[in-house]
């Protein structure tokens, strides 16, 4: 079996999700074949190694599936160990944070940003208001962890830099959908620093869309949470 075909994503270029599992295996330098979902179908492929979920994206190992973009992320990370770089950090308290940060990011930014391009029904003041106070606090936890370094992690790409990074995308998106600023410079300064230095990473700058790309994809198809969901289950 070819390297490629040992280590195949099942996902779609603009999910979020998919895109920290693209960055995860950039990192750890393993190939694999992407295995794109048509918007507003489900593959049979998906609905059999997500039975759970059916959701995008999935990670395939020797024809293993993996769901879950953080538990995926992990994954990588213990399945290629020994390919540098680590992406959890070594200290299981670092460890516990970062995945505490993770999960905060995953509960507060996708809500938010679901209003704001008109995805979910809500107040879309309220959900600019919640995203921005997220982003702060985010803001607060990358000074107190990187130390004054480059990433949350300190000089290399980590956990928490992919977990965040991939919505990064979406939120410029968002800002010119809905006329807000975020990201801003004013607002969240370490942030939209640390932004622009991952989104020019090697290993991230062809994973994250461009926000123009995401503003047309979300005109042609209003979500992409609806579409894949009408398909069959
Ligand atoms: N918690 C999941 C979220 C995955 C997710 O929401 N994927 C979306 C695409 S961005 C999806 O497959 N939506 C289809 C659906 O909701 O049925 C993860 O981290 O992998």
């Not at 390919?83 to 505490?100: G, N, Q, S, V, W």
């Not at 809500?111 to 606090?137: C, F, M, V």
């Not at 969240?188 to 290993?203: D, I, Q, S």
Request: with cysteine; proline share 5%; glycine share 6%.
């Amino acid at each position: 079996m070819s390297e490629a075909s040992a280590v195949r994503v099942i996902g779609l270029w603009a999910s979020p999700f998919v895109i920290r599992v693209l960055i995860a295996l950039k990192l750890k330098g393993v190939e694999y074949e992407f295995v794109e979902e048509v918007v507003g179908k489900k593959s049979e492929l998906l609905l059999r190694s997500n039975p759970v979920h059916k959701k995008i994206p999935v990670l395939l190992h020797h024809g293993k599936p993996i769901s879950e973009s953080l538990v995926i992320v992990q994954y990588v990370d213990e399945a290629w160990s020994s390919a540098a770089p680590a992406i959890l950090p070594a200290d299981p308290y670092t460890r516990a944070i970062h995945r505490f940060w993770a999960q905060y990011i995953d509960d507060k930014l996708p809500p938010a940003i679901r209003t704001l391009k008109g995805t979910d029904d809500g107040d879309e003041e309220q959900a600019a208001g919640q995203l921005s106070a997220a982003l702060q606090l985010v803001e607060a936890a990358f000074v107190e962890l990187s130390q004054g370094k480059s990433y949350f992690g300190g000089d290399a790409v980590g956990y928490l830099d992919i977990a965040l990074v991939s919505h990064v995308g979406w939120v410029k998106a968002v800002e010119k959908i809905a006329g807000v600023a975020l990201l801003d410079e004013a607002k969240v300064p370490n942030l939209a620093a640390w932004a622009g230095r991952l989104c020019a990473h090697a290993a991230v700058a062809d994973a994250i869309p461009d926000a123009d790309k995401l503003v047309e994809f979300s005109v042609k198809y209003g979500s992409f949470s609806k579409p894949i969901n009408s398909g069959a289950k």
